[in-house]
């Protein structure tokens, strides 16, 4: 492997783990970004020098959150992964479905709180409206990363 191909790799283990994630799903994206066709789980795992156990569940949670896709290719029963088509968006999509699902939660508790709790009832009103606030900003910020990604496309086929 290009030596700055895997610090990028060591990189992304490190920065996905600075946002809560394993390290080892920052190290597979990482080398889905730089992968040039599909890969299976024996070779994410050789690559990486980590048991399949781990890439095979770590790919499981690429999936959940938009970054990765299961393929398969013809007259092969593996499964291949490589970077989801359209990750930023599906990105975008799978963080608005959790800020969704915090929203409602925070609703249906702020709802169930006895009014006499007045500062645990402000607490929870606050954690609703932060919430509240960053999905609707993610709609925004969803039609500006698809005018920008149309317009970068577009910039790259005149290119060619």
């Not at 599909?38 to 790919?59: F, K, Q, Y």
């Not at 509240?132 to 990363?145: K, N, P, T, V």
């Amino acid at each position: 492997m290009n030596p700055s191909v895997e610090r990028f790799i060591e990189r992304m283990g490190l920065e996905a783990e600075a946002d809560g994630l394993p390290r080892i799903a920052g190290r597979i994206l990482g080398f889905l970004i730089t992968a040039q066709a599909p890969s299976p789980l024996d070779e994410l795992a050789d690559c990486l020098r980590v048991s399949r156990a781990s890439v095979s569940t770590n790919c499981r949670l690429l999936e959940q959150i938009g970054a990765a896709d299961r393929v398969s290719l013809p007259g092969d029963r593996k499964d291949y992964y490589q970077l989801a088509s359209g990750f930023p968006q599906r990105f975008i999509e799978v963080t608005q479905t959790r800020l969704d699902q915090k929203v409602t939660l925070a609703r249906e508790a702020l709802r169930d709180l006895p009014i006499e709790e007045a500062d645990a009832r402000e607490r929870m009103a606050r954690w609703l409206e932060f919430h509240a606030f960053i999905r609707d900003e993610l709609d925004g910020i969803a039609e500006r990363w698809q005018a920008r990604s149309l317009a970068s496309d577009s910039t790259t086929a005149d290119a060619r």
